[in-house]
């Protein structure tokens, strides 16, 4: 939540290109394997992190986003909705764009609900 609201203040145009970018090749590889799948949903979050302009909060995204991968790779690779991933980043991006904190705050509940579904469940 924190890198998106400091994304928000801080993203230049050509950050969020680059988000927009990683949507992009997401939609274009949507039915490719896992792994070129889980690449670009990674780098949309990673450019996220940059444009937060924090080595720290990009650190723990990415240490975050690893373990994530780790422990519920099945369902990333086999159950998660790509449809559903690429709609809910374009949400975000939206309200990056916005630079509106509320807007920012429910994109990321929003974002961040479905994962959480998938913990709560166990994968």
């Given at each position: 939540?924190?890198?998106?609201?400091?994304?928000?203040?801080?993203?230049?145009?050509?950050?969020?290109?680059?988000?927009?970018?990683?949507?992009?090749?997401?939609?274009?590889?949507?039915?490719s394997?896992?792994?070129?799948?889980?690449?670009?949903?990674?780098?949309?979050?990673?450019?996220?992190?940059?444009?937060?302009?924090?080595?720290?909060?990009?650190?723990?995204?990415?240490e975050?986003?690893?373990?994530?991968?780790?422990?519920?790779?099945?369902?990333?690779?086999?159950y998660?909705?790509?449809?559903?991933?690429?709609?809910?980043?374009?949400?975000?991006?939206?309200?990056?764009?916005?630079?509106?904190?509320?807007?920012?705050?429910?994109?990321?509940?929003?974002?961040?609900?479905?994962?959480?579904?998938?913990v709560?469940?166990?994968?």
């Open positions: 939540t924190r890198i998106a609201l400091r994304s928000a203040e801080r993203a230049t145009a050509d950050d969020f290109a680059d988000m927009r970018l990683q949507i992009e090749l997401l939609e274009k590889y949507r039915k394997s896992p792994s070129k799948r889980i690449h670009h949903d990674h780098l949309f979050h990673y450019s996220m992190g940059r444009a937060a302009r924090s080595a720290l909060l990009s650190h723990y995204q990415h975050i986003m690893e373990q994530l991968y780790s422990r519920a790779q099945e369902y990333f690779d086999h998660e909705d790509v449809d559903v991933v690429i709609a809910l980043h374009r949400e975000t991006l939206k309200a990056l764009e916005s630079r509106i904190a509320a807007r920012v705050l429910k994109a990321i509940d929003h974002h961040l609900k479905s994962l959480e579904d998938v709560a469940t166990g994968g």
